[in-house]
C-alpha cells in the first residue's frame, strides 16, 4: 500500500519506468506497462520495510527466511583461491543477499556508491557490516578490490545501471545499446578470478530465493578490448534474463539508457593491453558511477 501510494505521488519516475517497460517489451499492452510499473513500487516499498526490520536480527533468523541454491558455484570457485568476482544487479532485495551470503562463505567485499545523506550511509554501512561483510567506496577501490581478491574473497560489483560514456562500452540490453560497466569483465581479465553471477528475489509466499551461479564462462584471446567487451555483454545478457523473469522486482525508475551512443559509435574499450576503466575505481568524483536517472 505504500509502494502504490508513493507510485501516485511520483509521477515523473512512474513516467520513466513505464517508458523504459515499453521499450524494453513492447509487445506488452498499456494495462501490463502500467500495472508492472505500480508492482514496481511496490516491490521496493516492501523492500524497505524488509531492511529495515532485518537490522539487528540474528543472522541465521534471516537465513531461515530464504531457499539458497547454487552455492556450490562460490564454494567451488573460491575453493580454486584468488577470489572471485560476482556481478549484481539492483533486483529482488540484493541487500538481503548480501549480509546472508557473508554467514554461508565468509565475508563478501561490496564495492559501492557512498549514498548522499551521510547519516543514512552510515547506517547502510552498518547494516552491510553487520555480518562481517567489508563495504569499499567505489573512490580509490582498485587496490581495495584487489587486497580483497588476494586474500581469497568474493567481491560483489553491481553493474546494471547507466554510466558516462567514456566509462564504459555500449552492450545490448532488452536490444538497446546501454552504457555499462566493464570492472567485472577486466577485473576477470586481469586477475584471472571465475566470475559467479548472484541474484535474491522475492517469492509470492514472502520467502527469498538466493541464487548463486553458474559461473560465466570466458577465456581470453589476447585481445583484451575484445575480450572485455564481450564478457561485459555476457554479464549483461544474464542480468537481462533475470529481469524478464522478475520484471517488476528491477529497478525501472534508473534511466538505464540516459547515456547515447554518438552517431556512428560502437563498443568503446580502452587501448589494446590496458584495463579499460579503472577510473571506475581509482579516480576521486563520479568517474564510472552510476548515473542518478
Not at 85 to 91: F, K, Q, V
Not at 179 to 200: D, E, F, Q, W, Y
Not at 278 to 293: A, H, M, T, W, Y
Amino acid at each position: 500500500m505504500l509502494g502504490r501510494l508513493w507510485c501516485a505521488l511520483d509521477a515523473r519516475h512512474r513516467a520513466i519506468a513505464a517508458d523504459n517497460l515499453r521499450r524494453a517489451f513492447p509487445e506488452w499492452d498499456e494495462e501490463r506497462v502500467q500495472a508492472t510499473a505500480r508492482g514496481v513500487y511496490a516491490h521496493f516499498a516492501t523492500v524497505l520495510l524488509d531492511i529495515l526490520w532485518m537490522e539487528g536480527r540474528p543472522v541465521g533468523e534471516l537465513l531461515a527466511l530464504a531457499d539458497v541454491e547454487g552455492l556450490e558455484h562460490m564454494t567451488a570457485a573460491l575453493a580454486r583461491g584468488g577470489g572471485l568476482i560476482s556481478p549484481l544487479a539492483h533486483i529482488g532485495n540484493w541487500e538481503f543477499q548480501g549480509v546472508a551470503t557473508a554467514s554461508l562463505i565468509g565475508p563478501v567485499a561490496v564495492v559501492a556508491r557512498p549514498l548522499d545523506n551521510p547519516a543514512l550511509d552510515r547506517r547502510l554501512v552498518s547494516f552491510r557490516a553487520s555480518t562481517g561483510n567489508i563495504v569499499i567506496y567505489k573512490q580509490r577501490a582498485l587496490p581495495q578490490v584487489l587486497q580483497n581478491l588476494h586474500a581469497g574473497r568474493a567481491v560483489g560489483i553491481v553493474v546494471d545501471q547507466n554510466v558516462q560514456a567514456k566509462d564504459g562500452i555500449f552492450v545490448q540490453f532488452f536490444g538497446r545499446p546501454a552504457s555499462t560497466t566493464t570492472v567485472a569483465a577486466a577485473l576477470a581479465l586481469k586477475t584471472g578470478c571465475p566470475i559467479v553471477p548472484a541474484r535474491c528475489v522475492l517469492r509470492g509466499d514472502g520467502r527469498y530465493r538466493m541464487v548463486y551461479g553458474p559461473p560465466v564462462e570466458w577465456s581470453g584471446s589476447g585481445r583484451r578490448g575484445d575480450d572485455v567487451a564481450r564478457l561485459t555483454q555476457d554479464i549483461a545478457s544474464i542480468i537481462e534474463g533475470w529481469v524478464r523473469e522478475t520484471p517488476e522486482q528491477w529497478l525501472w525508475l534508473h534511466r538505464r539508457w540516459k547515456t547515447c551512443p554518438s552517431r556512428g559509435a560502437g563498443v568503446v574499450v580502452g587501448a589494446e593491453g590496458s584495463l579499460p576503466v579503472p577510473s571506475d575505481l581509482s579516480e576521486p568524483g563520479q568517474k564510472g558511477v552510476p548515473q542518478d536517472d
